[in-house]
């Protein structure tokens, strides 16, 4: 059973950073990529970052690039999303996800893995 686990989701000012962790069990085979999603009160899913497990190449939102980054442990099979000088417009709640295809993209349809998510907000 594939699981996604997040934490470190809280409450922020802005300007603040935060590290936001995703767990990743039950895949077995080492080509799949993990990314993350946000999605804010009544706005659409948007895409944040993904990070191919082979060559970890890394692909990142336009509204985070330069903002966020990601980097993965690969002994505890966890990727790790630093968010830096958060903006009020980053609150969301924050999604893992992972591809078990390895693909990476920007397209959640090719996602076949979803975590619970966790909130962000950042104050101004």
């Known amino acids: 059973q594939v699981q996604l686990e997040e934490s470190g989701g809280g409450l922020v000012q802005a300007g603040d950073s935060l590290r936001l962790s995703c767990a990743v069990s039950g895949l077995f085979f080492s080509s799949y990529a993990v990314g993350w999603f946000r999605q804010a009160p009544g706005k659409e899913q948007e895409f944040v970052a993904a990070l191919t497990w082979i060559g970890g190449r890394k692909n990142y939102g336009h509204s985070v690039k330069g903002r966020f980054f990601l980097s993965r442990d690969n002994a505890e099979n966890t990727v790790y999303l630093e968010m830096n000088s958060l903006r009020p417009e980053d609150t969301a709640v924050y999604y893992c996800?992972?591809?078990?295809?390895?693909?990476?993209?920007?397209?959640?349809?090719?996602?076949?893995?979803w975590g619970q998510g966790t909130q962000v907000t950042v104050s101004s």
């Open positions: 996800v992972a591809d078990r295809r390895g693909r990476g993209t920007n397209q959640a349809h090719e996602y076949d893995y």
